[in-house]
């Protein structure tokens, strides 16, 4: 039997990984945007579906449905975000970006292209690819029975 070495245990590995990655973007996000990085998962999301509910985001974002309120609730007190009742649906409503917010969007996204690009410059182009795979191919055991 071998015996468990955390700094070669993946799942850790992993783990370490997406924090030291997180704290990196939420650091420049916050500094420069004034946004935490599920407010920004919540923009990044609507800008590429137009509206949404909120429980479509928390499960489209991995975000729990306390996290998408208070996303959207701050995004909304900046005039970010629009709620809209859900016709077809009186306990539901949608979430939309406004023109600030999708400006915002606009003006963010380079600069996260931008920073993944600085992440990514120790690897090759075919790195990048296999990297992408292998993290696909991962999350998809993960979530198997």
């Known amino acids: 039997m071998s015996e468990l070495r955390l700094h ?14 997180s704290r990196r973007i939420s650091d420049s996000y916050r500094r ?19 509206r949404m509910t909120p429980q479509d985001i928390g499960n489209k974002g991995e975000l729990d ?20 009742r859900n016709p077809e649906d009186g306990r539901s409503h949608f979430l ?10 606009e003006e963010i996204a380079p600069a996260a292209l931008r920073l993944e690009q600085e992440l990514l410059t120790c690897f090759s182009e075919e790195e990048r690819d296999l990297l992408e795979s292998l993290l696909r191919r991962i999350e998809s055991a993960a979530n198997s029975p």
């Open 32 to 50: 420069r945007f004034g946004l935490k990085i599920a407010e920004w998962r919540v923009i990044a999301i609507l800008a590429e579906n137009e």
């Open 65 to 84: 449905k306390i996290t998408v309120s208070r996303s959207a609730t701050a995004l909304m007190d900046r005039g970010l975000l629009l709620q809209q």
């Open 8 to 21: 070669r245990f993946i799942p850790y590995r992993l783990s370490v990984a997406a924090n030291a990655v």
């Open 96 to 105: 939309q970006l406004t023109p600030d917010g999708r400006a915002l969007y």
